[in-house]
């Protein structure tokens, strides 16, 4: 199957002239991948999304960047390059950026795993894409209508840089309902797809994605690192793994020796490919499941007095928009305090946010105030962020962060 056939664009992108004014030039120059559209001053009346643009200085009328149009977002050009040297957006210039990411990759690539994360959207020059192997399966999720020119220029050097057999384009909500392309959400772009799960393997532990249907490209990969350290940790344990998704905690807890694991989340199709992911790997222990509201069950398991040495709490983002950041801070604060109460004596409570509007310092101040106020003598063991395969290129670009609190009664 040719990658012409199925992802060619019938728009070819026009050269926009840009000018900025004083504070969006300055991002630029700084190397920030967001124009918005209140930072521009001047631009061709015609543009569409995925025209290249030019950015020029405000006085010497020199390049200062590259980028791409985007006229369905408030961030009106999406950055490509942001140097005073010369760049040429073609294919080679896609392709050296691919393997530049691959490159950061590699000691990853080095350990049992074969799971990784080729490009991290903004943080590895390709803002609003993201690209996901798993196993010989890559997966490429489309945020906006601007990539639709450049697809059959980039997929191939993904393809061939990852050594992919099969190739899956997965698109954004906003996308699937656009008119600018005739491709499909799941659409198999190169190769063939047996089976829409597929296995793969994290640190030497097996689980499975669904690269069609499961949420983003099928799995969340950016926790690897933590899911390892809590695996590492949890023999002979009991555990409990809250808002689990797909296990990943849980399996690793399992894998690693853990006597019984509890996996708590809202979704009963998530908790069944929990336990399936399970039974991808070899354990002893008792693999158990909640579904329901994490608020409530947590809760429930309080009233009955039961206790966990290992509580991993990892929500997902709280925080999506600006007005939500207060509320979020409130919902952290309440999980800290609920995961306390559930943390046996001498247990590890680990708490996660993938909020990025909720700043990591902000994050940790808050567990910090919620547990100092319970009383209980507590270690912090261990903070971390973004596991290598999800470099950080830019401030908002950072949104992980996990904690680690080692309590002494």
């Known amino acids: ?36 559209s ?9 543009a569409k999304s995925g025209d ?22 408030p961030i009106r050009i999406k950055m490509l390059h942001s140097s005073y040297e010369k760049a040429e957006i073609n294919a080679a210039f896609f392709k050296s950026k691919i393997e530049l990411a691959y490159h950061k990759r590699e000691p990853l690539l080095r350990t049992n795993t074969n799971s990784y994360r080729l490009l991290f959207g903004e943080n590895d020059g390709f803002p609003g894409l993201i690209a996901d192997v798993y196993a010989s399966v890559l997966v490429v999720k489309i945020y906006s209508e601007i990539w639709l020119p450049y697809l059959e220029s980039i997929i191939p050097s993904l393809q061939q840089t990852a050594q992919a057999e099969t190739v899956v384009v997965r698109l954004s909500r906003s996308l699937e309902q ?18 829409e ?36 940790w949890s023999k002979g344990k009991s555990v409990l793994d809250v808002f689990s ?8 807890a399992l894998a690693n020796g853990a006597k019984e694991v509890t996996s708590l989340d809202i979704s009963k199709q998530a908790l069944e490919i929990a336990i399936e992911n399970g039974k ?11 579904a329901g509201d994490a608020f409530a069950e947590l809760k429930q398991l309080i009233k009955n007095n039961v206790t966990f040495d290992v509580v991993v709490i990892d929500p997902p983002s709280f925080a999506k928009q600006a007005s939500e950041i207060d509320l979020a801070k409130k919902k952290y604060a309440q999980l800290a305090e609920l995961g306390e109460q559930l943390t046996a004596k001498n247990g590890l409570l ?37 596991d290598t395969d999800h470099p950080i290129g830019f401030p908002e670009g950072a949104y992980l962060k996990c904690g680690y609190y080692r309590f002494k009664g």
Not at 38 to 46: M, P
Not at 369 to 382: G, H, I, Q
């Open 1 to 36: 199957m040719s990658f012409s056939s199925k992802i060619k664009s019938n728009y070819i992108p026009k050269r926009l002239a840009v000018k900025l004014n004083a504070k969006g030039e300055q991002f630029v120059v700084q190397g920030h991948p967001w124009v918005f």
């Open 38 to 46: 209140n930072n521009i001053t001047k631009i061709n009346d015609d």
């Open 52 to 73: 290249l643009a030019i950015i020029f200085s405000k006085n010497k009328n020199r390049v200062v960047g590259l980028g791409l149009y985007d006229a369905n977002s």
């Open 178 to 195: 656009s008119k600018a392309h005739t491709l499909e959400n799941g659409e198999v772009v190169y190769g063939v797809l047996e089976n």
């Open 197 to 232: 799960v597929v296995e793969f393997v994290e640190h030497g532990v097996n689980f499975s994605a669904n690269v069609i249907k499961g949420h983003k490209t099928g799995y969340f990969l950016d926790h690897r690192a933590n899911r390892k350290q809590v695996g590492e």
């Open 245 to 252: 998704y797909a296990g990943g905690f849980s399996v690793h």
């Open 280 to 290: 991808l790997n070899s354990y002893s222990g008792t693999h158990k499941t909640i």
């Open 350 to 386: 680990v708490l996660a946010s993938c909020s990025s509007r909720v700043l990591a310092d902000q994050f940790f101040e808050i567990n910090h105030k919620t547990l100092s106020a319970t009383k209980r003598s507590y270690k912090v063991v261990l903070k971390t962020g973004h």
